[in-house]
């Protein structure tokens, strides 16, 4: 074997050629983002995974009493018989469609809004946005239970001031009445809202080359034109994001109602949303294994609207 072949085979050899450098490369670069990666999986393992394997676990057991109630209490293994009363339970559907009722009337208007605030933000001077942009967002920096808690005080019959300002000119509204209570949180959820979803939209404006609105001026569009035809087919992928997060939330809309409750409990009742019956099944009946099948069943409906949103929206945009 001559010198130069010797150098060659070395060259080649298993773990010390250039090919087996960029593989430990590589591989040390796949080690480094799941370090990196790690606290997240683990927080998402031990936040939801591990909550939602329990509470399966949970939903097929149920409690019973003994004895005429005197001889303790013993847990059984019942199948799926949660689940089969879930299905049979009228009150939790009947809460689910109210709840989606009013989401397709306040998602839409909330987006809307939010589209609207973005456009508008996108004609003015870059500095000029900055600053309404900040101020626009302010709602949603406030902790949604004292949002809550000062839309309640401006909803008092007797302390606010929006029933004084309405009955100075003539105009008498009840926010707690069981017609109005739903205006009432539509509005506290389309002001907390609308900030959050106009910045994923106004980010989204962003990215449209300018070069198109120079080219339509010239075309001779106006600003309205412009936005029906140019801005908002490009934002289309920020408005599923956004209508899909808003639909998630409102499945599971639970702080609002509760606090209204403290007010007006004649019209938010225990079953006014599908989260308000499984938290009151849960701490106010003890009936946790109940609870536990309602929270899965609300679990996969959450899910599949939420496919179903995103196919049906996206269809054709490949």
Do not use: C
């Amino acid at each position: 074997m001559t010198s130069t072949e010797a150098s060659e085979r070395a060259f080649v050899s298993p773990g010390r050629g250039p090919a087996a450098h960029r593989t430990r490369r590589r591989t040390l670069r796949a080690a480094k983002g799941a370090a990196f990666s790690a606290p997240f999986f683990l927080g998402f393992l031990f936040v939801f995974i591990v909550p939602v394997v329990y509470a399966v676990h949970e939903s097929f057991y149920r409690q019973q009493s003994s004895g005429l109630g005197i001889g303790g209490q013993t847990t059984s293994f019942v199948g799926f018989d949660n689940f089969s009363r879930a299905l049979e339970d009228s009150a939790f559907w009947t809460s689910m469609g109210r709840v989606l009722l009013f989401a397709l009337v306040q998602i839409p208007v909330m987006l809307g809004l939010a589209l609207t605030m973005a456009l508008m933000l996108d004609v003015v001077r870059r500095s000029t946005a900055q600053r309404f942009r900040f101020a626009f967002l302010i709602p949603y920096m406030i902790p949604g239970v004292v949002a809550a808690l000062i839309w309640m005080y401006i909803y008092s019959p007797r302390l606010g001031p929006l029933s004084g300002m309405l009955d100075a000119i003539g105009i008498h509204v009840d926010f707690y009445a069981s017609s109005m209570i739903w205006l009432s949180m539509g509005n506290l959820l389309t002001w907390v809202g609308a900030g959050f979803n106009m910045l994923i939209i106004y980010g989204a404006l962003q990215s449209v080359p300018r070069e198109m609105f120079d080219a339509a001026h010239v075309d001779g569009a106006g600003e309205l034109r412009i936005a029906w035809s140019i801005k908002i087919p490009y934002v289309r992928g920020a408005l599923v994001l956004t209508g899909m997060l808003s639909i998630i939330h409102m499945l599971q809309i639970f702080n609002e109602p509760l606090l209204f409750r403290q007010v007006a409990p004649h019209a938010v009742t225990k079953d006014f949303t599908p989260i308000m019956m499984i938290y009151y099944q849960a701490f106010d009946s003890n009936d946790y294994h109940y609870a536990a099948a309602l929270s899965i069943i609300l679990a996969l409906i959450v899910g599949a609207v939420s496919a179903v949103f995103y196919n049906v929206t996206n269809k054709g945009q490949k």
